[in-house]
């Protein structure tokens, strides 16, 4: 079998626009993109997702690596995996963010581990949500949907020298809003029973000025705090199925320009 040089400038080009897109995107998005995960593996999986889609794609433009054109498509296409990879990251920020402030109503703020993800020092509270929602999210398939996303949005976005429309990137940008309203519904449980908890002890010191409020008043709050966490718990699946939804549509969105 003899392949000319055009011919194989072709079938390279076919799969390195697409490789472009897909690294990007595994190398930022939630679980995928973690920094526990090797670098040797986040690129190993993107090549294995570029052999697995770049079959069923149309056929990509012919566009030489080296001109400007070239340079052009790479860097939007790096955009387009990495706007990807990060609206998913905000649903798993609005996790980190509402563990945060449940945290600091329980008084174990100060009680910070590495967050896997991220590499950062995270309170222990958001890190056990993130675990929770990584479970989650994989018993529902997310990871499937995710690479289904990819996919489509060869589709809806083809590889060229346009890249991701402005508007595209304001509802993404709009979106982000929503990470910090689902981080409150998170937290408010924590918020509303733990402020109770403390006008409580306000009234115990009027009461009883010599009572020492912080002895007493810790042990109270991290325990209310753990009950509140483990009634909420179930409620963790809904909201994250809800969000996860709604993102995996905003990606849609953005793709098609914000329509």
């Known amino acids: 079998m003899h392949f000319s040089d055009v011919e194989l400038i072709s079938l390279l080009e076919s799969y390195l626009w697409p490789f472009f897109r897909i690294a990007a995107l595994v190398g930022i998005a939630p679980i995928l993109g973690a920094r526990m995960v090797p670098l040797r593996v986040r690129l190993g999986l993107a090549l294995v997702l570029t052999v697995v889609i770049v079959p069923t794609l149309p056929a990509t433009p ?73 479970l989650v999210f994989l018993a529902l398939n997310g990871h499937l949907v995710l690479i289904e996303t990819l996919a489509e949005s060869f589709r809806i976005l083809p590889i060229s020298e346009q890249g991701l429309p402005i508007n595209g990137l304001r509802t993404l940008v709009a979106w982000g809003g929503q990470m910090f309203a689902a981080a409150v519904v998170i937290a408010l449980p924590a918020i509303a029973t733990l402020m109770i908890v403390n006008l409580a002890f306000g009234v115990m010191m009027r009461a009883a000025p010599q009572l020492n409020i912080f002895a007493v008043g810790f042990p109270i709050s991290m325990t209310v705090g753990f009950i509140v966490m483990l009634t909420m718990l179930p409620a963790v699946t809904p909201q994250l199925t809800g969000l996860v939804e709604d993102i995996f549509l905003t990606v849609r969105r953005m793709l098609l320009g914000g329509v």
Do not use: C, E, H, K
């Open 62 to 134: 012919l566009i030489d690596p080296l001109s400007a054109t070239g340079l052009l498509v790479t860097v939007n296409q790096l955009i387009i995996g990495v706007a990807m990879g990060f609206a998913l990251l905000l649903v798993f920020s609005a996790f980190v963010v509402g563990g945060q402030v449940f945290a600091m109503q329980m008084g174990l703020g100060f009680a910070a581990m590495v967050d896997p993800q991220r590499g950062v020092q995270v309170p222990m509270i958001s890190q056990f949500y993130v675990l929770v929602a990584t």
